[in-house]
């Protein structure tokens, strides 16, 4: 079974902090996905990455940033904290190119006050 | 237009009926499509995916895909309780990322 594993459940951050969030997959997958979900507005693409040191641009990436030195890891930033990236965060990973899914990780519920 | 768009719901059956959950999606060039549940509070997982046209059956799941029609649905025979989730269409349109709809909620009643 594939393992998306994110860092922490629950975050209770600050305005102007800057954040890290972290996600590890086990399954050896080149492609890695950050996405939020807010109520009405469903999953949002923020950045994903098809190999170690590259990434690409989601539909939301402004305010985050995001890093991928190894395989398996891919870490979302938020590089100052503002009340409207309260969300939950979902990390996803999925094998090479084609008809292959995304699995989740159990995703971070962030609060920013 | 969304990318990717479902009825919000809630849809509701009783317990032991077929669900029948709808999609349509924008893009001709879509590849593959890709149903997930989603519970309260939990994250999205997996039931199935389809990539050609027709039917495809997996236990009480089936999904059924009209690329002309650019339409895809998921059924669920014998509804159960535990079915009560969010169903989720994604879509994938030729970038490595999925585009999902906003999600159909379900309920069903014992």
């Known amino acids: 079974d594939v393992k998306v594993t994110q860092s922490s459940r629950y975050l209770v951050k600050r305005t102007g902090e800057k954040v890290f969030l972290e996600c590890v997959q086990d399954?050896?997958?080149?492609?890695m996905f950050w996405y939020r979900q807010d109520p009405g507005l469903g999953l949002r693409l923020i950045y994903f990455?098809?190999?170690?040191?590259?990434?690409e641009k989601g539909d939301i990436p402004e305010g985050y940033s995001v890093s991928r030195e190894k395989k398996e890891r891919f870490s979302l930033i938020l590089e100052s904290a503002s009340t409207n990236q309260t969300s939950m965060y979902l990390c996803?990973?999925?094998?090479?190119?084609?008809?292959?899914?995304?699995?989740f990780g159990d995703g971070t519920r962030l609060s920013i006050l | 237009q969304k990318e990717v768009e479902q009825n919000s719901g809630p849809l509701s059956v009783p317990e032991g009926a077929i669900a029948s959950l709808n999609c349509t999606y924008s893009?001709?060039?879509?590849?593959?499509f890709f149903w997930y549940r989603q519970y309260s509070g939990k994250s999205p997982e997996l039931i199935m995916f389809?990539?050609?046209?027709g039917d495809k059956e997996d236990g009480r799941f089936t999904a059924q895909l009209n690329k002309a029609s650019q339409y895809v649905s998921l059924l669920i025979r014998d509804s159960q309780p535990s079915d009560s989730a969010t169903y989720l269409c994604?879509?994938?349109?030729?970038?490595?990322?999925?585009?999902f709809g906003s999600g159909t909620r379900l309920q069903v009643q014992p």
């Open positions: 996803a990973s999925s094998a090479g190119q084609g008809h292959q899914p995304q699995h």
């Open positions: 893009d001709r060039g879509s590849q593959s």
């Open positions: 990455s098809y190999d170690v040191k590259m990434k």
């Open positions: 399954m050896d997958h080149e492609n």
């Open positions: 994604a879509v994938r349109t030729g970038r490595r990322a999925l585009t």
């Open positions: 389809i990539y050609s046209n």
